[in-house]
Nanobody
Framework: QVQLVESGGGLVQAGGSLRLSCAAS????????MGWFRQAPGKEREFVAA????????YYADSVKGRFTVSRDNAKNTVYLQMSSLKAEDTAVYYC?????????????????WGQGTQVTVSS
């Protein structure tokens, strides 16, 4: 049974930083592209970042480029999202997702597994 468990969310002031983690189990982690999405109240779930399964390629939404960094540790079956220079508009529930093989797709329908999400609230 595949499980993705996010952690690291919380309340932070604008301009601050947070690091999210997503621990995966029940899958061959190194064979999966790992993505981060977020969903703000009343809005669609949107792509944030992804780390490809092969070659170390990363992908970012324009809205977070230069502020967020995605990384992974295959030995720990964990993907991270380092968020800096946070803004109020970054407030959302952040979800981890896994996609077997492939590339860092921006489409949520491309991902096979999802975590339960972790709340990030940025106060202005």
């Amino acid at each position: 049974q595949v499980q993705l468990v996010e952690s690291g969310g919380g309340l932070v002031q604008a301009g601050g930083s947070l690091r999210l983690s997503c621990a995966a189990s029940g899958l061959t982690f190194s064979a999966y592209t790992m993505g981060w999405f977020r969903q703000a109240p009343g809005k669609e779930r949107e792509f944030v970042a992804a780390f490809g399964w092969s070659g170390g390629r990363t992908y970012y939404a324009d809205s977070v480029k230069g502020r967020f960094t995605v990384s992974r540790d295959n030995a720990k079956n964990t993907v991270y999202l380092q968020m800096s220079s946070l803004k109020a508009e970054d407030t959302a529930v952040y979800y981890c997702a896994a996609r077997v093989g492939g590339t860092g797709s921006y489409s949520k329908s491309s991902y096979d597994y999802w975590g339960q999400g972790t709340q990030v609230t940025v106060s202005s």
